[in-house]
């Protein structure tokens, strides 16, 4: 034989199955239930008579029935739909009075006057305790922005669930301070490490953005650490050319004095003189060029503060600081790093004058390469000449004619 809460289950569950909009994802049948489910858990630890028992889940079973009609003044037409259905079931008006009393106790901010309206209100907000509370509070964000238009934030919401676990909501049964209170505050923790870390996470991000701005960006690093490297590769290729000549002049040189001067005492080897003269010039001069290619500039190494705030000095030179004190030159250091300009500036300069030495090197060492090309060529053709006209033969044939 079924009762009345049977009848009263079946009743809402058809309502909330077949009328209630698609809408309401928090106001449903599920949270109705799970409401019930909450009342039986706190009466049973307690002693209550079977009629206060009746009207509490009576009123648990209607009290959102009236979303149906519209969220605006729900627990109203949830109490005219339970009214209207007791009504039927020839409830007296008394007890038809205490549920509607005890649906009209779930509006926000009732504080309750009996023992049942603080059980209808603890079971109401059970679901602050329960592991799924994060799943079930984004339920009512989806709900109260498709419903109401009413727009929070993931972050903003939890900032409100925040608030009202800290200063609105409490339980008010003995059972569910016991029992609830403690998963509550666990809820409430979780809620406050997710803020903190949302923060540090924005925190962050910000700061992640003020260092984008202040520092180049990765297309512009790369240009410059790219031309940079270009820059000393090819100083280091001139270099290593210029090195080469010189110590290939260095042992021509060597290697005439050793072997071909000497010989130039006998008057018989005068044809040799002009060649070797030719030789040795050419030579020596492909070796001053070389020296010249590699050879430093010498810099001042110094330079005023007047320089550093007019960012007239290049400071990644050591050529224009290696005379400084390191106090002096920290200090300047500073500044440029809070200029972004300056550094830019400084990075140009430095390429723009890597550039100025690497054209000085190259044209030097073009030269060196025309000038030791064009001594071997001369020498070659002065000796090929001297052996011709004034070798050996020639002057031994005119000495004793045929």
């Not at 031994?396 to 045929?402: F, I, K, R, S, Y």
Request: glycine share 4%.
């Amino acid at each position: 034989m079924t009762t009345i809460l049977d009848r009263a289950a079946t009743k809402v569950t058809h309502l909330l199955s077949s009328k209630l909009g698609p809408e309401y994802l928090y106001h449903n049948l599920r949270h109705t239930q799970r409401v019930v489910a909450n009342a039986k858990e706190i009466m049973e630890a307690m002693e209550l008579n079977e009629g206060q028992r009746q009207k509490i889940l009576l009123a648990a079973w209607f009290h959102d029935t009236g979303f149906i009609k519209g969220a605006k003044g729900h627990e109203e037409k949830s109490c005219e739909i339970a009214r209207e259905f007791l009504k039927s079931e020839g409830t007296s008006k008394a007890a038809i009075d205490t549920v509607c009393q005890l649906i009209l106790a779930t509006k926000k901010g009732h504080e309750p006057i009996n023992e049942s309206e603080s059980i209808l209100r603890d079971a109401d907000s059970g679901h602050l305790a329960k592991k799924d509370y994060r799943t079930v509070s984004e339920l009512l964000r989806q709900e109260l922005q498709r419903d109401q238009d009413i727009v929070h934030t993931p972050e903003e919401w939890r900032e409100i669930n925040i608030d009202m676990f800290r200063s609105e909501h409490r339980f008010y049964t003995a059972y569910a301070r016991e029992n609830w209170q403690r998963k509550k505050d666990k809820n409430l923790r979780r809620m406050v490490k997710d803020q903190k870390k949302h923060k540090r996470l924005i925190k962050k991000e910000k700061l992640k953005a003020k260092l984008k701005n202040q520092i180049p960006d990765r297309g512009v690093q790369t240009l410059y650490r790219t031309t940079l490297r270009n820059h000393i590769k090819l100083s280091d290729i001139a270099d290593t050319k210029s090195n080469i000549l010189l110590s290939v002049n260095a042992i021509i040189i060597s290697l005439a004095l050793s072997n071909l001067i000497p010989k130039l005492d006998n008057p018989s080897n005068d044809y040799l003189i002009v060649p070797t003269l030719i030789f040795v010039v050419f030579s020596i001069i492909s070796m001053i060029l070389s020296i010249r290619a590699t050879r430093p500039n010498v810099t001042s190494g110094t330079f005023s503060e007047e320089d550093v705030r007019q960012k007239k000095v290049n400071l990644l030179f050591f050529g224009n600081f290696h005379k400084m004190e390191l106090d002096k030159y920290e200090k300047a250091i500073s500044i440029m790093l809070k200029d972004k300009d300056y550094i830019y500036r400084s990075l140009t300069k430095d390429l723009y004058y890597l550039g100025l030495v690497l054209e000085r090197k190259y044209r030097i060492l073009r030269w060196t390469y025309t000038v030791f090309m064009m001594g071997i060529i001369l020498s070659v053709i002065a000796f090929g000449i001297a052996f011709h006209f004034f070798g050996p033969d020639r002057v031994l044939e005119a000495v004793v004619p045929q």
